[in-house]
């Protein structure tokens, strides 16, 4: 509040200058722990990091009653093993990851569609426990290649259903 110029004031009371900040330098991440993209560690069982993947838990078991399972396959291993494939997809780009990410996951794998018996055979051992087996979900995420990973779930489908689908998850045999 300003005072009156004829009100004596003592020293202590004197308005005094501001505490004047110099601006303030551009940021760089440039401690240890940060993350320098589009850099990553490649190699098998390093994962692929990125912001909130377990999102894609929760978007897995929106496709749960769309599964298409054979015999001796479990809708837990399959969501589960589906949403690591979504986050490492999503995670390639630097994002999280979204529905279309788990929808590819499934396409790759034919879970949303009636499968080649070859492919249920390769994917009811891929995903045999995938659910409470941490090696299994390593194995599962490694042996998919970056470029199946990348491609969209239409075109997933297409090459699904003309066989090439050996080509897409690694060239695994049963």
Do not use: N
């Not at 659910?131 to 990348?150: F, K, N, T």
Request: charged share 25%; proline share 9%.
């Amino acid at each position: 509040m300003t005072q009156p110029s004829f009100v004596p004031i003592g020293g202590a009371d004197q308005v005094r200058p501001a505490l004047r900040l110099e601006a303030p330098r551009r940021w760089t991440a440039d401690r240890p722990g940060e993350q320098q993209y589009p850099a990553r560690s490649i190699g098998g069982s390093r994962g692929t990091p990125g912001p909130d993947q377990g999102y894609a838990l929760r978007l897995a078991r929106r496709f749960e009653d769309r599964l298409v399972l054979s015999r001796g396959e479990h809708a837990d291993d399959v969501l589960l093993g589906c949403a690591l494939l979504a986050a490492r997809r999503a995670g390639l780009v630097g994002r999280a990851p979204t529905v279309y990410d788990v929808e590819a996951a499934l396409t790759l794998w034919g879970f949303l569609s009636p499968a080649p018996p070859e492919l249920v055979e390769v994917r009811r051992l891929a995903f045999s426990s995938a659910s409470h087996d941490y090696p299994v979900q390593r194995a599962l995420v490694d042996r998919v290649p970056e470029a199946a990973l990348r491609t969209s779930a239409t075109d997933l489908a297409v090459k699904v259903a003309a066989g090439d689908w050996p080509v897409l998850i690694g060239g695994i045999s049963a």
